[in-house]
């Protein structure tokens, strides 16, 4: 995983993420010789015999260049102009196609599953990445991420893990890099430049909050192991706070939990 600038409770990013890094190869899912022709989708091919997109979470995706080239011919939400939030993008558009290539063969390609859901968001993340810009954004998109991983972990904790808060590991890339598309690029893009220690405070504190409330009703740790794990989760509350800088990070925090994590 590569080093992110600012400091991560590493321990507890592993336990919401233990297992997710992996490498989904697609390299030979696809004929060779399948050329499809699309008009304005040249700019997004890759003339690499073999694309690798490594991401700031560990995950790494790998395709031939046909392999990648068709998913840019035939999934054009990926990259399309009108950006949406990943998941408008994911459920309001196609996500799987088959195609008959040149020499008749039939090909399936989807990401209907899970994991091709986390894939789906990955790629996302990459083609946006190109349009926000890659190295000027690099601060501002690590920080997301951390702030989005530490939301995730915290509230893995609450439910002793799940398949859902692993998932959203990779996920959290194309909402990070949503939010580096709303990011104000200029002065003159900003509304609101007051002070947010009041808000940030509050909103702290309701988290704080929620692990007293969720400690309460929480019967699989009990004794000095409760305490233990008490400490740990205000930990990663600590770790928002001094993560949370001004007010855009402030709400893109409350949005990215109140969208992502409101059980009940």
Known sequence: MKQ??????????????????????????????????????????????????????G?????????????VDNFPALYSDNVQ????????????????????NKIHLTFGSEVGQDEYYILYAYF??????????AIQRLKLIDIYLNINSL??????????????CSRILGYAEYSIYLLPKTKDNI???????????LYIKSL????????????????????????????????LDKLITDIFYLRRAQEFQYEHYGYY
């Open 208 to 239: 704080r909050q929620l692990i007293e409330d969720e400690s309460k009703i929480d019967f699989n740790t009990l004794g000095k192991e409760k305490v233990e794990r008490t400490k740990k989760l205000n930990k990663i509350v600590d770790e």
């Open 59 to 71: 995950d790494t995706l790998k395709y031939s260049r046909n392999e990648f080239n068709l998913i």
């Open 128 to 137: 946006l990445k190109q349009k926000n810009g890659i190295k000027e954004f």
């Open 191 to 201: 509304s609101k430049t007051y002070d947010i220690t009041m808000q940030k405070g």
């Open 155 to 168: 509230f893995g904790h609450f439910e002793y893990g799940g398949t859902y808060f692993g998932h959203q």
């Open 85 to 104: 939030n990943p998941d408008l993008t994911y459920f309001g558009n196609d996500i799987w196609k088959d195609i008959v290539d040149r020499n008749g």
């Open 4 to 57: 992110i600038i600012y400091k991560v409770t590493v321990i507890v990013l592993l336990l919401s993420c233990n297992n997710q890094s992996r490498q989904l190869d697609r390299t030979n899912t696809a004929d060779e010789n399948t050329k499809i022709q699309k008009v304005n989708n040249s700019k997004y091919y890759t003339e690499q015999d073999t694309i690798i997109i490594a991401t700031e979470t």
